[in-house]
C-alpha cells in the first residue's frame, strides 16, 4: 500500500516539472544548485576552450615541422621579438639563441661539445615552459571532476538532515518526499557536472599526452641537427683559420734581396808555386 503510495506522489511530482522540485529546497540546498550551475557553465567552457586551443597548436606545429624541413640551416632563423611563437618555433628560438652566444667562437670540437649543452639545457627549459601550457585548464577540469559529485552529496545530506528534523511522529511519506525530492537536486547537479567533465577531461589529457610526446621528440632531433650545422659551421671556421694563419705568416716574413751572380773563370792560368823547381818557359828547349 505504502508503495502505492510512493509511485501516486513521484507520479505527481513528475506533472509538475523541474521547477517544483527547486521549490522543495532550503536556502542552503539552493545555494548549493546555484554554484553547481555555475560550475557547470564554466566546465563546458574549459572544455570548449581547451579543445580549441589544442587543435590550434597541433596546426602550428605540424605547419611549422613541414616549413622546417625546406629550410637549408635551423640556425640561420630568425623570429623577431614580440612575435606569438607556437610551440615548435619556440624550441627553435631557445636554440638559435643559445648558439647565438657561441658565434664566431667555434673551431674545434670541444667547442661544439660546449656550445651543444648550452643548447640542450635551453631546449629542455622550452619543453617545461610548453608543456605547462599545454596543461592549462587540466587543473580546473579535473577539479569538476573530483569535486562535482562531492559538492552536490553535500547538499543532498543536508537537505535530508533538514527533512528528516522537521518531521513529527504522525509524519507520512507525502510530507517526507518533497524534501527527499528536493534534497537530491543537488545530488543530480554534481553528477551533470562531473560526467561530462570526466569524458572531456579523458579527452584531452589523451591530446596532452600525444602532443607531449611529439614535442620531446621533435626537441631530440631538433638538438641532432643542431649539433651536425654547428660540426659543419666549426670545419669551415677552422679551415679558413688555417688560411689566415698561412697568409698571416706569409706576410710576416720579410722580403729577400737576391743573390750575387758568380763570376765566369778566367781563362788565364794561376801562376805555379815558387817551391825551387818553376821553370820559365822555353828553358826545355834550350837544354
Given at each position: 500500500m505504502?508503495?502505492l503510495?510512493?509511485?501516486?506522489?513521484?507520479?505527481?511530482?513528475?506533472?509538475?516539472?523541474?521547477?517544483?522540485?527547486?521549490q522543495?529546497m532550503?536556502?542552503?540546498?539552493?545555494?548549493?544548485?546555484?554554484?553547481?550551475?555555475?560550475?557547470?557553465?564554466?566546465?563546458?567552457?574549459?572544455?570548449?576552450?581547451?579543445?580549441?586551443?589544442?587543435?590550434?597548436?597541433?596546426?602550428?606545429?605540424?605547419?611549422?615541422?613541414?616549413?622546417?624541413?625546406?629550410?637549408?640551416?635551423?640556425?640561420?632563423?630568425?623570429?623577431?621579438?614580440?612575435?606569438?611563437?607556437?610551440?615548435?618555433?619556440?624550441?627553435?628560438?631557445?636554440?638559435?639563441?643559445?648558439?647565438?652566444?657561441?658565434?664566431g667562437?667555434?673551431?674545434?670540437?670541444?667547442d661544439?661539445?660546449?656550445?651543444?649543452?648550452?643548447?640542450?639545457?635551453?631546449?629542455?627549459?622550452?619543453?617545461?615552459?610548453?608543456?605547462?601550457?599545454?596543461?592549462?585548464?587540466?587543473?580546473?577540469?579535473?577539479?569538476?571532476?573530483?569535486?562535482?559529485?562531492?559538492?552536490?552529496?553535500?547538499?543532498?545530506?543536508w537537505?535530508?538532515?533538514?527533512?528528516?528534523?522537521?518531521?513529527?511522529?504522525?509524519?507520512?511519506?507525502?510530507?517526507?518526499?518533497p524534501?527527499?525530492?528536493?534534497?537530491?537536486?543537488?545530488?543530480?547537479?554534481?553528477?551533470?557536472?562531473?560526467?561530462?567533465?570526466?569524458?572531456?577531461?579523458?579527452?584531452?589529457?589523451?591530446?596532452?599526452?600525444?602532443?607531449?610526446?611529439?614535442?620531446?621528440?621533435f626537441?631530440?632531433?631538433?638538438?641532432?641537427?643542431?649539433?651536425?650545422?654547428?660540426?659543419g659551421?666549426?670545419?669551415?671556421n677552422?679551415?679558413?683559420?688555417?688560411?689566415?694563419?698561412?697568409?698571416?705568416?706569409?706576410?710576416?716574413?720579410?722580403?729577400?734581396?737576391?743573390?750575387?751572380?758568380?763570376?765566369?773563370?778566367?781563362?788565364?792560368?794561376?801562376?805555379?808555386?815558387?817551391?825551387?823547381?818553376?821553370?820559365?818557359?822555353?828553358?826545355?828547349?834550350?837544354?
Amino acid at each position: 500500500m505504502s508503495a502505492l503510495f510512493t509511485l501516486s506522489v513521484l507520479a505527481e511530482a513528475e506533472t509538475k516539472g523541474v521547477l517544483w522540485y527547486f521549490q522543495q529546497m532550503d536556502s542552503a540546498g539552493l545555494a548549493v544548485a546555484g554554484v553547481l550551475l555555475v560550475c557547470s557553465f564554466i566546465g563546458w567552457g574549459a572544455m570548449i576552450q581547451k579543445w580549441g586551443d589544442v587543435q590550434e597548436l597541433r596546426r602550428r606545429n605540424l605547419a611549422f615541422e613541414r616549413r622546417l624541413r625546406d629550410e637549408p640551416a635551423v640556425v640561420a632563423l630568425n623570429f623577431p621579438r614580440g612575435t606569438s611563437l607556437g610551440p615548435y618555433e619556440y624550441l627553435v628560438a631557445e636554440a638559435v639563441s643559445a648558439v647565438q652566444r657561441h658565434k664566431g667562437r667555434l673551431l674545434r670540437q670541444s667547442d661544439v661539445t660546449l656550445c651543444m649543452g648550452h643548447v640542450e639545457n635551453a631546449v629542455q627549459r622550452g619543453v617545461s615552459r610548453t608543456m605547462v601550457k599545454y596543461e592549462d585548464k587540466m587543473v580546473l577540469l579535473s577539479s569538476l571532476v573530483s569535486g562535482g559529485p562531492f559538492l552536490g552529496l553535500l547538499g543532498t545530506v543536508w537537505g535530508v538532515m533538514l527533512t528528516f528534523g522537521a518531521l513529527t511522529e504522525k509524519a507520512s511519506i507525502s510530507q517526507l518526499a518533497p524534501g527527499v525530492s528536493g534534497a537530491l537536486v543537488t545530488t543530480t547537479l554534481g553528477l551533470l557536472v562531473a560526467i561530462p567533465a570526466t569524458f572531456g577531461y579523458n579527452y584531452l589529457l589523451t591530446r596532452v599526452k600525444l602532443m607531449t610526446t611529439e614535442l620531446e621528440n621533435f626537441a631530440s632531433a631538433l638538438a641532432d641537427r643542431v649539433e651536425l650545422e654547428l660540426e659543419g659551421e666549426a670545419r669551415r671556421n677552422f679551415a679558413q683559420h688555417q688560411e689566415r694563419e698561412a697568409l698571416r705568416r706569409a706576410a710576416a716574413q720579410p722580403a729577400q734581396a737576391p743573390a750575387a751572380a758568380p763570376l765566369p773563370a778566367s781563362p788565364v792560368e794561376a801562376p805555379a808555386p815558387d817551391d825551387g823547381s818553376f821553370s820559365p818557359p822555353g828553358w826545355e828547349d834550350a837544354q
